[in-house]
């Protein structure tokens, strides 16, 4: 399979933080099937998955969330469709917990030996490589960022066929996550709220033109 660089670097011209939406127009059912498809396909960190994706249609839950969501006050009410990003909480990443092994072994379809190897690996990792289990933030932490790569591919896939896009992290967590418990049945014991991403299609251009560093001051060879 081959898909020409120009057309992929096109796309990232393309992209940009759309900060308002036109409210007339709505993504194709199929054309958001692909976004999400691309999401589900994402890569994650020993292919643990921690995430859960809400497709935030209701108008009225997005209302509820717009007061405490200052980072989306003209995307909430005007995106064709939001993507509330859960993630799992520490107690389900670490490499003892009943989720990982259900994944090894029912999603990842293991043998009972590779299973046993993998724990013991992610186990080293978590514990020494990386450090992770000191605190039940840094575990959770670690599975927050495995959400961010189905939101940079979601992105990409969405500018690839014209949709626009917006990544929102400008909100308040914790109101968010109360709200998604008492409107959306979201067990805060399970899931934490990572970030928001609006779709849809601009109505206006880019305010201004895209800016980025020189690459030699974001890029150094070790050759």
Same mark, same amino acid.
């Given at each position: 399979?081959?898909?020409?660089?120009?057309?992929?670097?096109?796309?990232?011209?393309?992209?940009?933080?759309?900060?308002?939406?036109?409210?007339?127009?709505?993504?194709?059912?199929?054309?958001?099937?692909?976004?999400?498809?691309?999401?589900?396909?994402?890569?994650?960190?020993?292919?643990?998955?921690?995430?859960?994706?809400?497709?935030?249609?209701?108008?009225?839950?997005?209302?509820?969330?717009?007061?405490?969501?200052?980072?989306?006050?003209?995307?909430?009410?005007?995106?064709?469709?939001?993507?509330?990003?859960?993630?799992?909480?520490?107690?389900?990443?670490?490499?003892?917990?009943?989720?990982?092994?259900?994944?090894?072994?029912?999603?990842?379809?293991?043998?009972?030996?590779? =299973?046993?190897?993998? +724990?013991?690996? %992610? #186990?080293? !990792?978590? $514990?020494?490589?990386?450090?992770?289990?000191?605190? *039940?933030?840094?575990?959770?932490?670690?599975?927050?960022?495995?959400?961010?790569?189905?939101?940079?591919?979601?992105?990409?896939?969405?500018?690839? =066929?014209?949709?626009? +896009?917006?990544? %929102? #992290?400008? !909100?308040? $967590?914790?109101?968010?996550?109360?709200?998604?418990? *008492?409107?959306?049945?979201?067990?805060?014991?399970?899931?934490?709220?990572?970030?928001?991403?609006?779709?849809?299609?601009?109505?206006?251009?880019?305010?201004?033109?895209?800016?980025?560093?020189?690459?030699?001051?974001?890029?150094?060879?070790?050759?």
């Amino acid at each position: 399979m081959t898909i020409s660089k120009q057309d992929i670097l096109d796309a990232y011209q393309f992209r940009h933080a759309c900060k308002e939406f036109d409210a007339e127009r709505k993504i194709a059912g199929a054309d958001f099937d692909f976004i999400l498809e691309v999401a589900r396909l994402s890569p994650s960190s020993f292919g643990l998955e921690p995430w859960q994706f809400l497709v935030v249609q209701n108008p009225d839950l997005r209302e509820k969330l717009r007061p405490v969501t200052w980072g989306g006050q003209k995307q909430l009410p005007t995106a064709s469709h939001v993507v509330l990003t859960l993630v799992r909480k520490s107690h389900f990443m670490r490499y003892d917990s009943a989720y990982l092994q259900h994944v090894m072994r029912e999603v990842q379809q293991f043998p009972e030996d590779i =299973i046993s190897l993998r +724990s013991g690996l %992610i #186990e080293k !990792f978590q $514990r020494s490589d990386f450090d992770l289990l000191g605190s *039940e933030r840094t575990l959770t932490d670690w599975a927050t960022r495995q959400t961010y790569l189905p939101l940079a591919n979601m992105m990409t896939a969405a500018a690839m =066929i014209g949709i626009d +896009s917006c990544p %929102i #992290e400008g !909100f308040e $967590r914790g109101e968010v996550e109360r709200i998604l418990a *008492e409107n959306a049945d979201v067990n805060l014991e399970h899931w934490s709220a990572a970030y928001m991403v609006a779709f849809g299609y601009r109505k206006n251009p880019p305010a201004r033109p895209k800016t980025r560093q020189e690459r030699d001051a974001v890029v150094r060879w070790l050759a």
